[in-house]
Each structure stands twice: as C-alpha cells, then as structure tokens.
Antibody, heavy 121, light 111 residues
Framework: QITLKESGPPLVKPTQTLTLTCSLSGFSLSASGVNVGWIRQPPGKALEFLALIYWDDDKRYSSALKNRLSITKDTSKNQVFLTMTDMDPVDTGTFYC?????????????WGQGILVTVSS | QSVVTQPPSVSGAPGQRVTISCTGSRSNIGAPFDVHWYQQLPGTAPKLLIYSNDRRPSGVPDRFSGSRSGTSASLAIAGLQGEDEADYYCQSYDSSLNAVVFGGGTKLTVL
C-alpha cells in the first residue's frame, strides 16, 4: 500500500525557517521515474506548486519562491524534505506532498493528507 | 495569476453535462505538455481525476473525461451527481518557468 505523510511544526514565527518531512511507504525513492512534489494551499485559495524532486535528484522549483525553497531526499529513509526560509503570515496554508506513481509518468497519483502550517508571532 | 486559467465557477443540474476549460499557451499546454486534472472535495486532499490529458486512474467513473487541443484542455463531467460538487484543478508544466503549474481552480456547484 502506498502512503505519504507530511510532518512538521504546525506553528512557525515570522522570519523563521520551515522544514517539512514527507514520509513515504510502499515504494522506493530510488526507483526510476519516481518524483515527489510539494504543493501548498492557503486557506480558501488554489493549489500552488512549490518544488519537485526526481529519483535521479533532479529538482524543479516554483519560479516565484525558488530563492526561499530547498527540496532534498533521504533515499535510505524514504523521506523527502522541504525547507522554506523567511516565513511570513501569507505563507500560512496546508502543505501537501504527492507522488507520481509506479508507472513513473507525470501527474500525481498519490497525495498525503496535508499539514496545516500557521505563520504567526 | 496562474499561467493556465480556469473559470472560477461552473454549475449544472443533476444529470447534466458540464465542461471546465483550462487555457494555457505555447510554453505549457501547447508545447505540448500533458494536462492532469484533480478533484478536491471540501476539507480533503486533491485526488487525481484525469492524467496525461485523457486517461482515467482506476476507480474513476467514466462520467469523467479529459481532452487537450492546441493550448487548451477540458474536463467534462457527464451525468452530474451531487457528490461531484467540489473544486477542480488542471495542472501542466511550463517550459518558460521550468516548473509545474496549476490552474486557479474551478468550483463546481450542482444545482
């Protein structure tokens, strides 16, 4: 069974750095074609792409946020990490990680439940 | 503002057919990069509805269909049901931004 679960602090202060972990089971991060992405959703607003990491460690970032984002993975632990610096209250939202599926194509077939992160002093 | 645009809302009566458009440009849908569609029910994570323009994951009813033509794509929902009331998002890739892009989402109301 394929599952993804996001974890991290539910509350961060402005200017702090947020680090989120996506723990994966049921598949290997090292399998050819695998990619895992991070997507966020402010309350009541649309989905927004943040970052994407491929099995070969290639990475893609949101052009608007790339200076603040870093995506990495630990293949041995089957985890993907997202770091977002200089957090602001407008960054409040639900953060999801998602996986493209064993076929290795595009489109995210599997999603975590999401984690709500609030930025407030 | 997203580089792929969707209508903010659509509506239809039970049993009717509705379509949701996703309009892009030559650097994304028209490149052509694949378009995927997600359904998000209130308070839940998005669910993949259509991938690679017109393919349905197992378990998705054939009432849902997708298509792509030129710089646009569409999601069609036939035989509307109350449970279809949700937000729908298209997603593609943009070569100018070198990043995944989402549409702004469309809220479907079943009258």
């Amino acid at each position: 069974q394929i599952t993804l679960k996001e974890s991290g602090p539910p509350l961060v202060k402005p200017t702090q750095t947020l680090t989120l972990t996506c723990s994966l089971s049921g598949f290997s991060l090292s399998a050819s074609g695998v990619n895992v992405g991070w997507i966020r959703q402010p309350p009541g607003k649309a989905l927004e792409f943040l970052a994407l990491i491929y099995w070969d460690d290639d990475k893609r970032y949101s052009s608007a946020l790339k200076n603040r984002l870093s995506i990495t993975k630990d293949t041995s632990k089957n985890q993907v990490f997202l770091t977002m610096t200089d957090m602001d209250p407008v960054d409040t939202g639900t953060f999801y990680c998602a996986y493209n599926g064993p076929s290795g194509g595009s489109g995210w077939h599997y999603w975590g439940q999401g984690i709500l992160v609030t930025v407030s002093s | 503002q997203s580089v792929v645009t969707q209508p903010p809302s659509v509506s239809g009566a039970p049993g009717q057919r509705v379509t949701i458009s996703c309009t892009g440009s030559r650097s994304n849908i028209g490149a052509p990069f694949d378009v995927h569609w997600y359904q998000q029910l209130p308070g839940t994570a998005p669910k993949l509805l259509i991938y690679s323009n017109d393919r349905r994951p197992s378990g998705v009813p054939d009432r849902f269909s997708g298509s792509r033509s030129g710089t646009s794509a569409s999601l069609a929902i036939a035989g509307l049901q109350g449970e279809d009331e949700a937000d729908y998002y298209c997603q593609s890739y943009d070569s100018s931004l070198n990043a995944v892009v989402f549409g702004g989402g469309t809220k479907l109301t079943v009258l």
